[in-house]
C-alpha cells in the first residue's frame, strides 16, 4: 500500500529543515554541547533523506553488477560477502578492469548518499 | 558529579604537592563515557597550578575500550613522561591517581595553551600567522618523539606492517560486514608490506590534527599517547597525511597545513631518518584503510549496545568517505 505524500525523503527534509534552521540557534544559545550533537542529528537526517530517494536503485545496481563480476545470483549481503573473500584470498585484485568499475560506481553511490561534498 | 571529582582532586593534589589544595574551575573538556577529560586549577599556597586530569571512571574501566590496542592509563602516563623528559614538545605529566582516591585509573598533567579545532586552526584569523609553521614543527616534533630512548619506556607492543594488516583483518571478521575496498586496499598493502624496521623507536600512534594543541605561535603539546608503540617511524608520518586529517584543505597533504616534502624535510633536518617516499605512501594508504576500519569501530561500540551514542553511531557512516580516498590512492600507484 502506497503511504501518503509526504513521502519518506520528503519528510526527512522538512524535519532536518527545522531542527536546522529554528531548533538549532536556540540550542547553541542556550547550550552549546547540545547544539553540536543537534548538528550531528541533521547530517544524519540529511543522510537519511538522500539514502530514501537514492538508496534502492543503488542497491539494485550494486547487487545486478556483482551478480554478473560472481556468475551467480545472491543478497547484496550474500555477493558482497563473496566478493570480499576473492580480494581477501588475491582470487582478484586491481588489474581486473570490471572490479575496479564495479567498485568505482559502487562507492559513487554510497559517498553520493553519506557525503556529497566529500572530495 | 563534578563535586565528587573536586573533592577527590583536592586529596590527589595534597598529596602530590605536600601542602592543602583549593580545586576551582573544574569542568569537563571532551570524551566519551570511557575516557574522560577534565581542566582544573589547584590552588596551593599562593600558587595556581593550571592542571588537566585524565581519566577512565571507575564504573567504564575495562567495559567500553574504544579500541583493542589503546594503552591503560598508567602506562599512558609513563610513555607521556619518558617523552617529555627527552624534550618533546607535550603536557607535564605530574602525578598518577591512587585507587584510594576513587577517581578511577589516570593522571594529571600540567594543562598547556592553545586549541586542537581542525576548522579554526585552518580558517581562524588568530593562526594565521601559525599556519605556515605547523608543518615544520610537527616534523620537527615527531623526529624528537622517535628519538626518544626506549629503554627509558614502559612495555609497549611491537606493532609492524604484517601484524597491523592481520589486527585490521580480524577486526573486519569481528564486525562481519562484508567491505570489498578495504580487502582490496589490505590485499594490495599486503603484497607490498615494507620489512620490518631492524631499530622499532616509539611511534605515537594517533599523530593526526585534533590531537595537538596550537596557539597563535604554533604547536605547543601533542596529546593523547595511548596509541603509542614500538615499530615504523614512518607510521607516524604516512598517518598525519590521510586525508581525513585535512578537513577539506586537500591540496595540502601534511595535516591541512603544508606539503608530505615539507613535512619529511623539517623531520629529516630533526634528526629524524631519511623519508622514503614510497614507504610512506604505504603507510599513509594504510592509515587511510585503519580509519576507515576505526570508523566502523566507533559505529559498532553503539550498534554492540556498549554505550549509547547517536555521534558514534554516524561515524559509521563515514567510512565510505575513506573508499573513496583508497580508490583513488590506489589508482595514483598504478
Known sequence: MAQDRPTAAELLAAIADFLRDEATPALDKSEPRLGFQMRVAVNALAILEREARLGPAADAREQARLAGLLGRDGTLADLNRGLARQLRDGGRDESDTALMAHLDATIADKIAIANPKWK | ?334
Open chain 2, 1 to 334: 558529579m563534578s563535586e565528587t571529582v573536586a573533592a577527590a582532586l583536592a586529596a590527589a593534589c595534597r598529596r602530590h604537592f605536600g601542602a592543602a589544595a583549593r580545586i576551582e574551575a573544574l569542568h569537563r573538556e571532551s570524551g566519551g563515557a570511557s575516557r574522560q577529560t577534565w581542566s582544573f586549577d589547584a590552588l596551593v599556597g599562593d600558587r595556581r597550578h593550571a592542571l588537566i586530569l585524565r581519566r577512565d571512571p571507575p564504573a567504564a574501566a575495562g567495559h567500553d575500550k574504544a579500541s583493542t590496542t589503546a594503552l591503560d592509563r598508567a602506562t599512558e602516563f609513563h610513555v607521556l613522561r619518558a617523552a617529555y623528559q627527552a624534550g618533546v614538545r607535550a603536557p607535564e605529566p605530574l602525578f598518577e591517581l591512587a585507587a584510594a582516591d576513587g577517581l578511577g585509573e589516570g593522571f594529571v598533567m600540567r594543562r598547556v595553551g592553545g586549541i586542537a579545532i581542525a576548522r579554526k586552526l585552518l580558517r581562524d584569523a588568530p593562526y594565521a600567522a601559525a599556519r605556515p609553521r605547523i608543518t615544520g614543527q610537527l616534523g620537527e616534533i615527531m623526529a624528537r618523539i622517535h628519538a626518544v630512548d626506549i629503554a627509558t619506556l614502559p612495555a609497549l607492543e611491537r606493532r609492524d606492517a604484517a601484524g597491523q594488516i592481520a589486527n585490521l583483518r580480524a577486526t573486519l571478521d569481528m564486525l562481519d560486514q562484508p567491505q570489498p575496498v578495504f580487502e582490496l586496499a589490505l590485499s594490495w598493502l599486503d603484497r607490498r608490506k615494507p620489512p620490518s624496521t631492524a631499530a622499532p623507536v616509539l611511534v605515537h600512534g594517533d599523530y593526526r590534527t585534533g590531537n595537538y594543541l596550537v596557539d597563535e605561535t604554533g604547536v605547543t603539546a601533542i596529546l593523547d599517547w595511548e596509541g603509542a608503540h614500538l615499530g615504523d617511524p614512518v607510521e607516524d608520518l604516512g598517518w598525519l597525511c590521510v586525508k581525513s586529517w585535512r578537513f577539506g584543505a586537500i591540496d595540502k597533504p601534511a595535516a591541512g597545513f603544508g606539503s608530505r616534502e615539507e613535512l619529511w624535510r623539517a623531520y629529516e633536518r630533526a634528526g629524524g631518518a631519511a623519508v622514503d617516499p614510497a614507504r610512506a605512501h604505504w603507510w599513509e594508504v594504510f592509515g587511510t584503510v585503519r580509519w576507515g576500519v576505526i570508523c566502523m569501530t566507533q559505529a559498532w561500540r553503539h550498534l554492540s549496545g556498549t554505550v549509547k551514542s547517536m555521534e558514534l553511531a554516524s561515524i559509521g557512516r563515514r567510512a565510505v568517505e575513506t573508499q573513496v580516498d583508497l580508490l583513488q590512492l590506489l589508482k595514483e600507484a598504478r
